[in-house]
Structure formats: structure tokens, C-alpha cells
């Protein structure tokens, strides 16, 4: 993954040289594209092709162009698809990226797969995968050549006799890759019309990475397309790819599935409650879901995150909607999904980097009027029962994927209770800090015995000043207690309290909850006057590529690898270089009153990147701009934080993905009193 522009002087990576060949590709005078003769009527060939999502395997992240792709890898890989149960879960395609052809054509104008990697042939290897009850997916390039640095051929101008030879080896997928030229509309529903016209159904894939818009304008043309760019195992690219494509509810359904690129579950790039939130988000959003991640290593974990049949039944609901965005105020997002059944698939996502209580309603997710409902926790396998309110304590970057639907018996049901705790308090080493956590009963009936504990490590405690446990909650009724919390004399920094919550419902049951509880712990407050801010050193920072740079501008992935801070050519010699999506921290401890920056996106990014900048105090955003591109001055944005104990300086992505998106906080200052 490459940030920089081409022009700046680094080692040109993968990225720079795919742009160079697209260029190149780009100013060629191409073939004239072959016309399919006989091309049945639009969907005669395609009628009830990909009517779910389709669910499998891709090794373009795995394996790349690297010698280990060939045939035997291609082989374990159906295996373990059907050893590992993960071909019952649903994944039946296995799709070859780039590089199985040779270089150039035979003299008839044909592929040929390149007989190192595949000696028996593509056929052979289709018919292998077709025997084990799998799919053979292909890549083929809409240009004259692939993507690929190495540039394979392409099939524009070859449509017909490509689409024929892709048929005859039994090619069920195929992954069209557009890596330059014009009239992309056209070159793709050129060869949708050859695999038409050889009678085989053949599921099409605009891949494009979303820069054709082709959801405005595919028709059935294509049955997936996709709508962002490469995908990466970073947090980053999640967040990225989930906010470019759930814009796009209303251009999915049945035969037409908008794409936001493969699941990277079990790749280890991120964490097992990321890798769920990942993978209930792409549910929820009607997503292909397509392994990327090395199915070689696949562990347990992850093997049980794929296969969970309830949340993959959400993505392959008949229905076939999109969900929809709710509310995401603040980084607490609710995204609903209507269902067949008329119940909704109710997504609680929280992307900040602290644990978040999300609430809504039946009302606001849809839902009709009803005297309750049942809410169905999917990663939980339990189900509660409510008056309507859907809410959960969510972890940072979790999510909390329900199935929720009007019940006549959900008065009968274990209530649900939502736990909220603290309010990310702020406390300094050595004192002691109040924290109140409420219990409340959503449900139709009382609890039985309900008890709250509050414990952490390494020196911290908690003693309960007001009762923490009671021996009925009635339906409605709420449970307040204070807590005062010991802060060790040498912490420091982020810290987690642990608040266990236990109750028993009226037939008995014992249920149990946990969430966790961050105090931030800041040494020093910021002096009087009017300062740097970047000098402070913040309490917690995340960057979507390397590390939050000071004073310079964010570079690469290394430390200390930035730039002077220049936005639109005017240098500035103090403040922050970050890459979007970011979060920087700072304890203020109620003392400050203003935060002030000239904020853009650093030349290093050439013409390319769009963001924008927010200023929170506490949980207010106190100051934001429109999104801003390379062609935009540095803008002056002036936050009040008056009376916050902390303020954060948030990047987001414009909607573009997060390349290029190397974003200054230039001048960044605070004043206090």
C-alpha cells in the first residue's frame, strides 16, 4: 500500500508501478472490441445467476503472483474448503486472481495458462473443483492487459473468443479487472454479451475498484460490482471500504451486489473483535463474502467467525437488501436491514477507539408497532426480550449483530438489559475517581437477583459507595451505582476496569455481561496560556498508515519518515502529520478553552486524497470542515473546548478511500487557563 505521490523521490512500490501501466494502457489505441454473434436476449443466459451474494475464495491477497500460486495450492485450497466445513457454511467459488496465463497469446489469438504454474491446464483444474461440489472463478483483464505489473494479456478486442475458451474450461465466476482505456460501459457489456452468447452461466464481476461508478449505470450488465478499491488487513481499509459502499443501499439486490472487496478474516492484521465486526458489517451490507486471508492458516477462531450460519443467513437473506445507515452519530452506528421474514438484522457498530453505548428502536429500524419484540443476539446465540428499546455496550470497534422481530411471547423471554458505565472518565495518578454505572430492564417482566462487580489490575480498586445489587429489577426499572475508584500512584495512559453484571430471569436462567470500562489516566494537564499542542503528549493516537508524525508530515509506514508540513506550498514548521482514518487524544482536565490549527492535506500526497477535519471536546464535536481536497488552501478552524477534560482531533476519509489521505494539523495550538 503506497501513499505518496509517484513524482516523490521512493522506491516505486506495486501501487506506482499499477499506475504507471494503467497510463501507458491508457494512451494505447485499442482494438476495436469483437462483437458476439447471436448474443441471446438480455438475461436469457443470466436469469437466477448470483440470486444471494456469492460466497468464496479468492487468492489475489494470499498468494499474489508469487511461484507458490499454481496448481497444487489451487487443489488444497478446495480441499480445505471442504474439509474445514467451510464449503457448507456456503463458499463454493474459488477464483484465481492475475497471473495464471502466459504472457502473450498463441498464434490462433488464444489464452494459454502458463504451463509452470498449471501444466494440466485450467479445464483440469475447473473439472478437479467442479468434482469436490465447488465453483471455478477467473480473472480476466477489460483492458489490453490485466492489472498486473507484469501485464497479462487483456481480453478487449477478444471478448468472443475469450468468453468461449472461459466456457469450454468451465469457468463459473469471472472477475472482469478494468486497468485503463475508455468507455468502460461499453468494453464490460460487451463481454457480459459473449459469455451470454456461449449459453453458460456466468457470474460477471465489474472490478474496477469503484472508480466507474458502474452501480449508476450496470443495469444486468453485471452481477457484482464493485465499489472501492483494493482491499488491505488493516483497520484502515475497513472503515474505508465499509463507508464507500453502504451509501449504495438503494442500487443492490438480487443479481446485482454491490462489492466492497474480500473479508480478511483470519489474515492477523487486526483483532478477533474487528475481524467480527468486519464480518457482521458485510452481512448486513449484502456483501460478497469472499475470503482474502490464507486459507492455509486458517485457525479456529477465525474458522468459527466465517462459518456462524446465522450471520452469514443475513448476508444471504432471499430478500436481498442492503442495509441501511440509522444514525452513526459520534462513531455509534445502527444499520438495519430488512429481512425476508419481515424482522430486521439490527448492526450496533462502534468505530471509535473506546467502548460506546449504542441505542435505538424498533420504530427507528423499521419496525411496526408492536407491544414487544424479540431481540435476537447472532455472536451470542441468545435471545431477549423488549418494549421496543435495541441498545448494547459495545467495545471499541465491535459490533453487536441482532435479529429483531415483533413477538407476541416477549414478555415470556429473558429481558434485555442494557449496561452503560462511567462516561470514559479522566483521573490523575493517585486519587480517587467516581464512577456510576446504570443497570436498566428492557424486557416485559422482572429480573430475578441481579449484582454488579467492578475489579481491575495491577493495583487498581473499586468499592461501591451505593448498592450494587438488587433482588428483582422490575420491568423498566434501573439499577444507578456510584463506584469510587482507587487510581494507582504510577499509571499512566489508557487503562481498563472490568464491570461484570449477573442476573437471573423468572424462570431461573443465569445470564451474565461484561463490558469494559476505560479511565484515562493524563500525568499533566496543559500549561497556561497559549501552546503547542502537538508538544503535549497525547493519551492514545491511532493512524490509518504509520505512526502520527510531530512536526513533519506523515511519510510512510516508518517512524520519523515525514516531510516538512506543507499544504498547498506554504511550509509550516510545527504541528501534526496523520493519515486518515486518525484519533489523537489530549487530557485538558477542564482547563482549556480554545484549540486552533490550519488544517489540509500535505503536498506530499500530489493531486490525490480527499478528508475531513473534526475538533471533539468530551463527546461534542466542537468544530469541523467540509471535506477538503489537495486543491484546497490551508483552512483555519477554531474549536471552543471549554470545560472539557479531553479533546480529540479526528481525521475522517472523504469517501475515496484513505491513499493519498495525508492530512496536516499545521499551527495546531491550545490555550488554557
Given at each position: 500500500?503506497?501513499?505518496?505521490?509517484?513524482s516523490?523521490?521512493?522506491?516505486?512500490?506495486?501501487?506506482?508501478?499499477?499506475?504507471?501501466?494503467a497510463a501507458?494502457?491508457?494512451?494505447?489505441?485499442?482494438a476495436?472490441p469483437a462483437?458476439?454473434?447471436?448474443?441471446?436476449a438480455?438475461?436469457?443466459?443470466?436469469?437466477g445467476l448470483?440470486?444471494?451474494?456469492p460466497?468464496?475464495?479468492?487468492?489475489?491477497?494470499?498468494t499474489?503472483?508469487?511461484?507458490?500460486?499454481d496448481?497444487?495450492?489451487v487443489?488444497?485450497?478446495?480441499?480445505i474448503l471442504?474439509?474445514?466445513g467451510?464449503?457448507d457454511?456456503?463458499?463454493?467459488?474459488?477464483?484465481?486472481?492475475?497471473?495464471?496465463?502466459?504472457?502473450e497469446?498463441?498464434?490462433?489469438?488464444?489464452?494459454?495458462?502458463?504451463?509452470?504454474?498449471?501444466?494440466?491446464?485450467i479445464?483440469?483444474l475447473?473439472?478437479?473443483?467442479?468434482?469436490?461440489?465447488?465453483?471455478?472463478?477467473?480473472?480476466?483483464?477489460?483492458?489490453?492487459?490485466?492489472?498486473?505489473?507484469?501485464?497479462?494479456?487483456?481480453?478487449h478486442?477478444?471478448?468472443?473468443?475469450d468468453a468461449?475458451q472461459?466456457?469450454d474450461?468451465g469457468?463459473?465466476?469471472?472477475?472482469?479487472?478494468d486497468?485503463?482505456?475508455?468507455?468502460?460501459?461499453?468494453?464490460?457489456?460487451?463481454?457480459?454479451?459473449?459469455?451470454?452468447?456461449?449459453?453458460?452461466p456466468?457470474?460477471?464481476t465489474?472490478?474496477?475498484?469503484?472508480?466507474g461508478?458502474?452501480?449508476?449505470?450496470?443495469?444486468?450488465?453485471a452481477?457484482?460490482r464493485?465499489?472501492?478499491?483494493?482491499?488491505a488487513?488493516t483497520?484502515?481499509?475497513?472503515?474505508?471500504r465499509?463507508?464507500?459502499?453502504?451509501p449504495l443501499?438503494?442500487?443492490?439486490g438480487?443479481g446485482r451486489?454491490?462489492?466492497?472487496?474480500?473479508?480478511?478474516?483470519?489474515?492477523?492484521?487486526?483483532?478477533e473483535t474487528?475481524y467480527?465486526?468486519?464480518?457482521?458489517?458485510?452481512?448486513?451490507?449484502?456483501?460478497?463474502?469472499v475470503i482474502?486471508s490464507?486459507?492455509?492458516?486458517?485457525?479456529?477462531?477465525?474458522?468459527e467467525?466465517?462459518t456462524?450460519?446465522?450471520?452469514?443467513?443475513?448476508?444471504?437473506?432471499?430478500?436481498?437488501?442492503?442495509g441501511?445507515?440509522?444514525s452513526?452519530d459520534?462513531?455509534?452506528?445502527v444499520v438495519?436491514k430488512?429481512?425476508?421474514d419481515?424482522?430486521r438484522?439490527?448492526?450496533l457498530?462502534?468505530?471509535?477507539?473506546?467502548?460506546?453505548h449504542i441505542?435505538?428502536t424498533?420504530?427507528a429500524?423499521?419496525?411496526p408497532?408492536?407491544?414487544g419484540?424479540k431481540?435476537?443476539?447472532?455472536w451470542?446465540?441468545?435471545?431477549k426480550?423488549?418494549?421496543?428499546?435495541?441498545?448494547?455496550t459495545?467495545?471499541a470497534?465491535?459490533?453487536?449483530l441482532?435479529?429483531v422481530?415483533?413477538?407476541?411471547a416477549?414478555?415470556?423471554?429473558?429481558?434485555?438489559?442494557?449496561?452503560?458505565?462511567?462516561?470514559?472518565p479522566?483521573?490523575q495518578?493517585?486519587?480517587?475517581?467516581?464512577?456510576?454505572?446504570t443497570?436498566?430492564?428492557?424486557g416485559?417482566?422482572a429480573?430475578?437477583?441481579?449484582?454488579?462487580?467492578?475489579?481491575?489490575?495491577?493495583g487498581?480498586?473499586?468499592?461501591?459507595?451505593?448498592?450494587?445489587?438488587?433482588?428483582?429489577?422490575?420491568?423498566?426499572?434501573t439499577?444507578?451505582?456510584?463506584?469510587?475508584?482507587?487510581?494507582?500512584?504510577?499509571?499512566t495512559?489508557?487503562?481498563?476496569?472490568?464491570?461484570?453484571?449477573?442476573?437471573?430471569?423468572?424462570?431461573?436462567?443465569?445470564?451474565?455481561s461484561?463490558?469494559?470500562?476505560?479511565?484515562?489516566?493524563?500525568?499533566?494537564?496543559?500549561p497556561?496560556?497559549?501552546?503547542?499542542?502537538g508538544?503535549?503528549?497525547p493519551?492514545?493516537?491511532?493512524?490509518?498508515?504509520?505512526?502520527?508524525e510531530?512536526?513533519?508530515?506523515?511519510?510512510?509506514?516508518?517512524?520519523?519518515?515525514?516531510?516538512?508540513i506543507?499544504?498547498?506550498?506554504?511550509?509550516?514548521?510545527?504541528g501534526?502529520?496523520?493519515?486518515?482514518?486518525?484519533?489523537v487524544?489530549?487530557?485538558?482536565?477542564?482547563h482549556?478553552a480554545?484549540?486552533?490549527?490550519?488544517v489540509?492535506?500535505?503536498?506530499?500526497?500530489?493531486?490525490?486524497g480527499?478528508?475531513?477535519f473534526?475538533i471533539?471536546?468530551?463527546?461534542?464535536?466542537?468544530?469541523?470542515?467540509?471535506?477538503?481536497?489537495n486543491?484546497d488552501?490551508?483552512r483555519?478552524?477554531?474549536?471552543?473546548v471549554?470545560?472539557?477534560?479531553?479533546?480529540?482531533?479526528?481525521?475522517?476519509?472523504?469517501?475515496?478511500?484513505?491513499?493519498?489521505?495525508?492530512?496536516?494539523?499545521?499551527?495546531?495550538?491550545?490555550?488554557?487557563?
Open positions: 500500500m503506497r501513499h505518496l505521490s509517484p516523490a523521490p521512493r522506491a516505486p512500490g506495486r501501487r506506482a508501478l499499477g499506475a504507471v501501466t501507458l494502457i491508457a494512451a494505447v489505441t485499442l476495436a462483437t458476439a454473434a447471436a448474443a441471446p438480455k438475461g436469457a443466459a443470466t436469469a448470483a440470486p444471494a451474494p460466497m468464496g475464495f479468492s487468492n489475489r491477497d494470499s499474489r503472483c508469487r511461484a507458490e500460486f496448481e497444487a495450492y487443489k488444497k485450497i478446495a480441499d471442504v474439509t474445514k467451510l464449503k457454511a456456503g463458499y463454493t467459488y474459488v477464483n484465481l486472481d492475475d497471473c495464471w496465463a502466459k504472457p497469446r498463441d498464434a490462433q489469438g488464444r489464452l494459454v495458462p502458463d504451463p509452470v504454474r498449471f501444466p494440466n491446464g479445464k483440469a475447473a473439472d478437479h473443483v467442479h468434482a469436490k461440489g465447488l465453483k471455478f472463478g477467473l480473472l480476466a483483464g477489460a483492458g489490453a492487459r490485466t492489472c498486473d505489473p507484469a501485464g497479462f494479456p487483456g481480453s478486442g477478444h471478448e468472443a473468443t468461449r472461459f466456457a474450461w469457468v463459473d465466476q469471472l472477475t472482469y479487472a486497468c485503463g482505456g475508455t468507455d468502460a460501459e461499453q468494453r464490460y457489456a460487451t463481454m457480459s454479451d459473449a459469455l451470454r452468447a456461449t449459453g453458460r456466468v457470474v460477471l465489474v472490478a474496477d475498484q469503484g472508480t461508478r458502474s452501480w449508476e449505470w450496470d443495469g444486468d450488465t452481477q457484482v464493485r465499489t472501492t478499491g483494493d482491499g488487513d483497520w484502515g481499509s475497513v472503515l474505508t465499509l463507508k464507500r459502499n453502504l443501499a438503494a442500487h443492490a438480487p451486489w454491490n462489492d466492497p472487496d474480500v473479508l480478511h478474516v483470519g489474515g492477523y492484521g487486526l483483532s474487528q467480527r465486526s468486519q464480518f457482521s458489517l458485510w452481512s448486513v451490507m449484502a456483501a460478497p463474502l482474502g490464507d486459507l492455509r492458516r486458517l485457525d479456529a477462531v477465525s474458522a467467525i466465517l456462524n450460519r446465522e450471520v452469514i443467513a443475513v448476508d444471504q437473506d432471499p430478500a436481498g437488501r442492503q441501511e445507515v440509522v452513526s459520534g462513531g455509534r452506528w438495519s430488512r429481512l425476508a419481515g424482522s438484522a439490527v448492526a457498530f462502534n468505530e471509535t477507539n473506546r467502548p460506546q441505542a435505538t424498533a420504530a429500524v423499521g419496525l408497532a408492536a407491544r419484540y431481540a435476537r443476539d447472532l451470542a446465540a441468545l435471545e426480550g423488549t418494549s421496543g428499546a435495541i441498545a448494547a459495545v467495545p470497534h465491535g459490533t453487536v441482532l435479529k422481530s415483533a413477538d407476541r416477549w414478555a415470556q423471554l429473558p429481558p434485555l438489559l442494557s449496561v452503560t458505565a462511567g462516561g470514559d479522566v483521573a495518578p493517585g486519587t480517587t475517581r467516581r464512577i456510576v454505572s443497570v436498566v430492564n428492557h416485559g417482566g429480573t430475578g437477583t441481579v449484582t454488579l462487580t467492578l475489579t481491575g489490575k495491577n487498581w480498586a473499586a468499592e461501591a459507595v451505593t448498592p450494587s445489587s438488587t433482588s428483582r429489577l422490575k420491568a423498566g426499572g439499577l444507578a451505582t456510584e463506584w469510587d475508584v482507587t487510581v494507582p500512584a504510577d499509571a495512559g489508557r487503562n481498563e476496569l472490568t464491570l461484570t453484571t449477573k442476573y437471573r430471569s423468572r424462570d431461573g436462567l443465569s445470564f451474565t461484561v463490558i469494559p470500562v476505560p479511565v484515562l489516566v493524563g500525568v499533566t494537564r496543559p497556561a496560556g497559549e501552546s503547542h499542542l508538544d503535549l503528549h493519551l492514545t493516537a491511532t493512524n490509518g498508515w504509520g505512526p502520527v510531530k512536526d513533519s508530515s506523515n511519510g510512510e509506514s516508518g517512524a520519523g519518515d515525514g516531510r516538512p506543507t499544504i498547498n506550498g506554504v511550509v509550516h514548521a510545527k501534526l502529520g496523520v493519515n486518515s482514518p486518525s484519533t487524544e489530549y487530557y485538558t482536565a477542564g482549556c480554545r484549540v486552533t490549527a490550519q489540509g492535506l500535505d503536498d506530499e500526497s500530489g493531486t490525490q480527499t478528508v475531513t473534526e471533539w471536546a468530551d463527546h461534542r464535536l466542537a468544530a469541523s470542515t467540509p471535506k477538503m481536497t486543491a488552501a490551508a483555519p478552524l477554531t474549536a471552543d471549554t470545560g472539557a477534560e479531553t479533546v480529540r482531533l479526528v481525521v475522517t476519509d472523504g469517501g475515496d478511500g484513505a491513499s493519498y489521505d495525508h492530512a496536516d494539523w499545521a499551527d495546531l495550538k491550545i490555550t488554557c487557563a
